[in-house]
Every structure is written in C-alpha cells, then in structure tokens.
C-alpha cells in the first residue's frame, strides 16, 4: 500500500495513491482485527488483503521506525527506509513462513537489513566528496571560522557539481570506484576497458576535478 509524509509525518494513501480522506491521514479500516494474530494478518497481506496490511502497519510503523531511526540517527533518512520497508513488506509477503518465524521478528530483520543498506549507501555517498574535497584549497581563515556542517554541505556540494561537468567516462569510473567501491579491476571487467584505460579515466578525472573546484566550476 503506497506510504506517504505530511508534515514529516509517515501515512498510509489508498492504492489510487491519494491521501484516504482528503488531506488526511484517517483509518482505511474499522478495527475487527485487532485481535488477530500478527502471523495471520501477514498471510492476509500475502493474499493482497489491504485492510490486514492497515492493520499490520498500523501495529508495527512505531516500533519498526523506532529501529531505523537509532540505526540511521536521522529522522528524514528513517521516514524514507520506513516506505521503502513497507512497500517491500507488502510485495514480498508470500514469502513469509508462519513456520520459521513471527511476523513481527521477519519484518524486523527485512527493516534492519534496509537501514544498514542505507546507511552503507549513505557513507559511500560521501567518499567522493571527501576524496575530491581534499583538491579543494586550503580555506581562508574566516572560513576556518565558519560553521563547519554548512562548509561541508557547500564543499560537498561543489563537488557534485563538478562530477557532473566531468566526460562520462571518467565520471562513472570514478563514481563507481569512490561511491559503490569497486576496485580498478573490477571496473575494467564491468565497463569492458582495459585495465590501464580505467587508471587513465580516474588519474584524469581527479585531475579535472581539481580544476574544477580551484576555479569554482566557472
């Protein structure tokens, strides 16, 4: 069932993807269920019953966004990873096994497993910037002074910017090696050049990255 935020607040929307009345968020169900049994209402939901899965978000969002949260330390980022679980949780729930565990314990792990994704794609994220801010010259000493979460989202910023005024060959090598890790081999195999092209697109990359960010991409 489509999630969606209002004032930051996470929602369940009908599957016509509006809000369920108007612009807010009210029951889409009344509640017979509530002394159902989590395991039986997650083979409803396998059975594409959207009042179960209602009723299943209902009893698990809090606790379940309370476990990414602490994981990611970020309340945006947990708001997103929450959609994302539950919309996992509603497309795979055939897969679940009364048998082999609780809903409850399943879905934690499927949430878990989302949030470390996250995070890990969150850190990636940053080593680019990181590595091509240090071609960044040195700050002046009023910016020594500044607020240093701002400088960083500015310099990081910066960066993005010149990736994306980079040759695309160089850009993509050089995303793939700082932001998803892949070492120079592993992109000569995937990009089908030869290992010294690759070397060749990153050295070169850098080099222009450099360039770019001394001249403030002008």
């Known amino acids: 069932m489509p999630l969606a935020t209002y004032g930051g607040v996470v929602t369940r929307r009908d599957w016509a993807g509006w809000p369920a009345s108007g612009d807010r968020d009210v029951p889409l169900f009344e509640c017979p269920m509530d002394q159902e049994s989590d395991e039986n209402l997650m083979l409803r939901v396998a059975a594409r019953d959207q009042a179960a899965f209602g009723a299943l978000y209902d009893r698990f969002s809090g606790s379940l966004h309370a476990l990414v949260r602490r994981i990611l330390e970020d309340e945006q980022e947990a708001v997103e990873v929450l959609q994302e679980g539950f919309l996992y949780l509603w497309e795979h729930a055939p897969s679940y096994d009364p048998t082999r565990s609780k809903a409850f314990t399943w879905s934690v792990v499927i949430f878990r497993h989302k949030a470390i994704d996250r995070l890990r794609a969150l850190r990636r994220r940053t080593r680019v910037a990181d590595k091509a801010a240090e071609?960044?010259?040195?700050?002046?000493?009023?910016?020594?002074?500044?607020?240093?979460?701002?400088?960083?989202?500015?310099?990081?910023?910066?960066?993005?910017?010149?990736?994306?005024?980079?040759?695309?060959?160089?850009?993509?090598?050089?995303?793939?090696?700082?932001?998803k890790g892949y070492t120079h081999h592993q992109l000569s195999e995937l990009f089908g050049a030869p290992l010294g092209t690759v070397k060749t697109?990153?050295?070169?990359?850098?080099?222009?990255?450099?360039?770019?960010?001394?001249?403030?991409?002008?």
């Open 135 to 179: 071609l960044l010259p040195p700050p002046d000493a009023s910016a020594e002074r500044s607020d240093h979460a701002a400088d960083r989202q500015e310099r990081a910023d910066l960066v993005r910017q010149a990736l994306l005024a980079l040759p695309e060959d160089q850009r993509k090598c050089i995303e793939w090696a700082f932001l």
């Open 201 to 218: 697109h990153i050295r070169r990359g850098l080099v222009r990255l450099r360039d770019l960010l001394k001249g403030g991409l002008s």
